[in-house]
Nanobody
């Protein structure tokens, strides 16, 4: 019964900012890692940024210095602050979590995705 729900996507002009949120709910025992992926039309899904349980983060080279991943551990909420957006950032953004639900083995969960469109 674990669910990931993304929000915060939308349409912005180049150079603008968006803040994506991903709320994890359900009977969660622990979260090992969370990340943001994106997929543009005709392209492979790619990792944008990730954060592990210890707090370490990594960001794809294409977004380094512009995007920042963070997590509110108390509320099991993941964020992606996106600044200086470019048209090539246009994609569906997906939240991912490697977590252990109550009574089951750790596994990956995915949100439904949220559309980010950056106009030139």
């Amino acid at each position: 019964q674990v669910q990931l729900v993304e929000s915060g996507g939308g349409l912005v002009q180049a150079g603008g900012s968006l803040r994506l949120s991903c709320a994890a709910s359900g009977s969660i025992f622990s979260i090992n890692a969370m990340g943001w992926y994106r997929q543009a039309p005709g392209k492979q899904r790619e990792l944008v940024a990730a954060i592990v349980s210890g707090g370490s983060t990594k960001h794809a080279a294409s977004v380094k210095g512009r995007f920042t991943i963070s997590r509110d551990n108390a509320n099991n909420t993941l964020y992606l602050q996106m600044n200086s957006l470019k048209p090539e950032d246009t994609a569906v953004y997906y939240c991912n979590a490697e977590l252990q639900a109550m009574g089951v083995m750790p596994t990956d969960y995915w949100g439904q995705g949220t559309q980010v469109t950056v106009s030139s």
